[in-house]
């Protein structure tokens, strides 16, 4: 993970953009970007004396772009803007995706495309480095015409009003751990001597007019996608071993014929953490197993989540168009022009936030199966109810498959589409509106979702391998058992406080370490 991300006129990476918002790397502006921004200035400068009205330099904004503004009201017109933009509501927004919305529109004032002057470029640099965050609410972006009032927060920060957060600053040994206090944005400024910036001509529509706060939770929602989904390949394997299954059906001839590329390496790492298992050897005798098919939610797992996959690349494959883009109206274009345009509306961006929240419900939907079939004495083949010690007297993890079930039906809730819906503001000039805002809320709370449904797989899987002694598990699934036992998650016995368990479990998947344990024994899973 870098530590230094250095902003050029050319695209971020999605590993800078996660690097910068969730672990405190700092940022730099490039010679080349310092290069651009004062160059495309220069011709906002030109145009600010000019008779000709220009949107946004010498006109109102949205439905009053036909309000002419005389010269001496335009700096007060870019305030007006902030102020007025910055109308959110509701829960504060977390301090990674406001981090991220920052940097990636940092990276669009460096392109030289907006217009801004090099210390309001700057300012934003200062102001992540400084680990000042704006407090930025919850509701209030429709995806159209940028993420206006989340952008707006920030820019007021900018101007020395508002609220912030501040921590520790970027690259500081304990700026994860550190809980970052609620202070003036004039004050926190002024202790980090960072000045305030006072708005020219353009520069309030440039700070607002992007795709970056949608762009930002795609990115953070894509980075832990990529472990959750290896991770639930991780508990299908143990789920398949821990019920007796067969991990033919992952052969690679069988899943060529279908080839799907996330299907195909969905099942190669099944048959990767299934490797070796003296569990599956056991029943490999046909005279001994009469099962002639497992069910779907064993034997179908890896076109399920190669399903997943393969939308988590088509996301990412439109996140890399955006991250390259230049979004702003209006924008100057590379001859000089200064045009205006629809490039900020964020339908392409809200579309795959939409598909992304389908895709990680039904993952989640299949974990939730696997894991209930442990618990039925009529599906589980040899195994206790509910994997309980003393059933009747005991409930086992009974109730742990019903918090599974909740997460799983709020999961269906929050896979419906945001994107399909409009609703017109502005006196009718942004009549379509994308959304996206909306759709990337809903997505940060399905991935945690995810991440707690294949926990609680996880916990339950490790249980029924435990209770298959003497048999043993395969390495892979046996160094994950490991892992839970080592940080407190105990294994079969008497009904006890199952919460705090749970919570362990859910941590050591969403940070990587179940997925570690696994690769421990298989190397690298895809």
């Known amino acids: 993970m870098p530590t230094e991300v250095v902003i050029d006129v050319g695209p971020l990476s999605p590993l800078e953009v996660v690097a910068v918002a969730r672990h405190g790397a700092r940022v730099r502006l490039s ?20 008779t000709e009205a220009h949107y946004g330099i010498s006109t109102g904004f949205g439905a009053l ?10 700096a007060q017109l870019q305030r007006s803007l902030i102020r007025s933009h910055a109308a959110g509501s509701g829960s504060e927004v977390e301090r990674e995706v406001v981090r991220a919305l920052m940097l990636l529109r940092l990276s669009t004032l460096a392109t030289g495309r907006t217009g801004v002057r090099v210390e309001t470029a700057q300012a934003y640099a200062d102001l992540l480095n400084a680990g000042i965050t704006p407090v930025v609410r919850e509701h209030g972006s429709l995806g159209c015409s940028g993420d206006l009032a989340p952008l707006a927060h920030c820019a007021l920060a900018v101007m020395g009003e508002g609220t912030v957060r501040v921590g520790a600053p970027a690259g500081a040994d304990d700026w994860a751990e550190q809980e970052p206090g609620l202070l003036p944005a004039a004050e926190a400024l002024a202790s980090a001597g960072i000045a305030p910036v006072e708005l020219a001509e353009k520069e309030g529509l440039a ?6 706060g949608m762009l930002g939770m795609l990115l953070l929602a894509l980075h832990d996608l990529d472990t959750l989904l290896a ?15 067969t991990d033919d059906v992952f052969a690679a001839d069988l899943q060529e014929l279908r080839p799907h590329p996330g299907q195909g390496a969905s099942a190669a790492n099944l048959r990767a953490v299934m490797a070796g298992s003296p569990i599956r050897d056991s029943h490999r005798d046909p ?76 993952v989640a939907g299949i974990s939730e199966r696997r894991t209930d079939r442990f618990l039925d004495v009529a599906r589980n083949h040899g ?16 109730i742990a498959q019903y ?30 509106v994308s959304m996206g805002w909306g759709a990337a809320r809903k997505l940060r709370r399905a991935v945690d979702g995810l991440a707690r449904v294949l926990a609680v797989e996880v916990l339950t899987a490790a249980r029924a391998l435990d209770l298959r002694a003497p048999l043993t598990p395969a390495a892979a699934t046996g160094a994950v058992v490991t892992l839970l036992r080592e940080n407190g998650v105990a294994g079969p016995g008497p009904d006890r406080h199952l919460s705090p368990e749970i919570e362990t479990t859910v941590d050591l998947v969403l940070d990587g370490r179940v997925r570690a344990a696994a690769e421990s024994a298989t190397g690298p899973l895809h």
């Open 403 to 432: 918090t599974q079930a909740a997460i799983v039906s709020e999961l269906k809730r929050l896979a419906t589409p945001a994107s399909v819906d409009s609703i017109p503001s502005s006196a009718m000039q942004e009549d379509h």
């Open 231 to 245: 991770t639930a390949d991780v508990a299908a394997a143990m789920s398949v071993e821990g019920q007796l299954g």
């Open 287 to 362: 005279t001994a197993c009469t099962r002639v098919q497992d069910a779907y939610s064993l034997r179908c797992s890896p076109q399920v989540h190669g399903s997943a996959r393969d939308t988590c690349d088509h996301a990412r494959l439109v996140a890399s168009r955006e991250l390259a883009s230049a979004i702003d109206n209006p924008v100057v274009t590379l001859d000089g022009r200064v045009e205006s345009n629809g490039n900020f509306h964020g339908a392409p961006v809200a579309h795959v936030l939409d598909f992304l929240a389908v895709v990680v419900a039904d």
């Open 31 to 50: 010679v080349a970007a310092l290069e651009a921004i004062g160059q495309t200035r220069r011709i906002i400068d030109g145009l600010a004396d000019d």
């Open 207 to 212: 700070l607002i007019n992007g795709t970056d």
């Open 383 to 398: 195994l206790p109810p509910f994997l309980a010690d003393d059933p009747g007297t005991d409930s086992g993890l009974m």
């Open 65 to 74: 772009a036909t309000t002419s503004i005389p010269l001496e009201k335009r």
